[in-house]
């Protein structure tokens, strides 16, 4: 059972346009989501996170929206570069009775900005 | 400062050997995870490390262990390697809080053949 679910695998945008990446999951006690960025031979790279307490964070560029009724989050790019070519994972947090936090990925959506 | 180093970046081993991999974590993070990655499954959770004791553990077989040093330096070990093994193994390390993110090795690319 797939908990993080990135429904879409490719997405091309226009350089300068918005790019939105979208995830959706089932399990309620996560607490945090993360996105991370991943080029080819190397290991992902954390973008931005959001609590489960917030609707929205900003950094930069990125914005990630969380809508919990909903159990949506998507990240926002603006303007989009090519440079933010890459696979993107959407990320969900969860504690587990041990007290080790867990991270749950979604398979991931391959951005592709066109210049 | 230094990001997450694994080593080897690449490794081919054949059926039924054993292999180890080894992370060293960035300064101060406690916190080690592995994670396993595959075309068809994406990235998979293996187990988690804190203070040279294993408090999570994903849903693998028990071919797939591990150890933490108390230096916070990690290794898993695989054995009986099988084909379906074949896979990027990704090594995050953290200050045992998701808020900042969990940094990620580069990974070692294992080819089983």
């Known amino acids: 059972d797939q908990q993080v679910k990135q429904n879409s695998p490719s997405l091309s945008v226009q350089e300068g346009r918005i790019s939105i990446l979208n995830c959706d999951y089932t399990?309620?006690?996560?607490?945090?989501f993360l996105w991370y960025k991943k080029y080819p031979a190397e290991g992902p790279t954390f973008l931005i996170s959001?609590?489960?307490?917030?609707d929205k964070n900003e950094d930069g560029r990125f914005t990630v929206f969380l809508n919990k009724s909903a159990k949506h989050l998507s990240l926002h790019i603006v303007p989009s570069q090519p440079g933010d070519s890459a696979v993107y994972f959407c990320?969900?947090?969860?504690?587990?009775?041990?007290?080790?936090?867990?991270?749950?990925f979604g398979k991931g959506t391959k951005l592709s900005v066109i210049p | 400062k230094a990001g997450v180093t694994q080593t080897p970046r690449y490794l081919i081993k054949t059926r039924g050997q054993q292999v180890t991999l080894s992370c060293s974590p960035i300064?101060?993070?406690?916190?080690v995870s592995w994670y396993q990655q595959t075309p068809g499954q994406g990235l998979q959770f293996l187990f988690e490390?804190?203070?040279?004791?294993?408090?999570n553990k994903g849903n693998f077989p028990g071919r797939f262990s591990g150890r933490q040093f108390s230096n916070s330096r990690s290794e898993m070990n695989v054995s009986t390697l099988e084909l379906g093994d074949s896979a990027l193994y990704l090594c995050?390390?953290?200050?045992?809080?998701?808020?900042?993110?969990?940094?990620f090795g580069s990974g070692t690319r294992l080819t089983v053949v």
């Open positions: 990320a969900a947090s969860g504690r587990s009775g041990a007290g080790s936090y867990q991270l749950t």
């Open positions: 995050a390390s953290s200050f045992d809080s998701p808020v900042y993110g969990y940094t």
């Open positions: 300064s101060g993070h406690r916190s």
């Open positions: 490390y804190f203070s040279e004791t294993q408090r």
């Open positions: 959001i609590s489960s307490i917030k």
């Open positions: 399990n309620s006690m996560f607490d945090y």
